[in-house]
């Protein structure tokens, strides 16, 4: 059974810093891509980085290039998301998901990014 359980959301002054992880237990990362979606208030859910089956290609929403690197850990199952120079518009729900084959959605990991 697939599980994808998020963390490392919080408050956090605009500028600052966030590392997000997500367990996904009962998933191949070798042979399934893996996205880093998010969902702000009336907003629909987007995606924000993918990272291909076997980690080596990356792709990012034109709003976080250049500011959030997605990385994942075949070992530990676990896929990051490290979010730098944080903007008050990047409030939102975070959750992690396949890129392509989706399973249940998580709790996803709240940031809140303060101006």
């Known amino acids: 059974q697939v599980q994808l359980v998020e963390s490392g959301g919080g408050l956090v002054q605009a500028g600052g810093s966030l590392r997000l992880s997500c367990a996904a237990s009962?998933?191949?990362?070798?042979?399934?891509?893996m996205g880093w979606y998010r969902q702000a208030p009336g907003k629909e859910r987007e995606l924000v980085a993918d990272i291909s089956s076997g980690g080596k290609v990356t792709t990012y929403a034109d709003s976080v290039k250049g500011r959030f690197t997605i990385s994942a850990d075949n070992a530990k199952n676990t896929v990051y998301l490290q979010m730098n120079s944080l903007k008050p518009e990047d409030t939102a729900v975070y959750y992690c998901?396949?890129?392509?084959?989706?399973?249940?959605w998580g709790q996803g990991t709240q940031v809140t990014v303060s101006s």
């Open positions: 998901n396949g890129r392509y084959r989706k399973w249940q």
């Open positions: 009962g998933i191949i990362f070798s042979i399934n891509a």
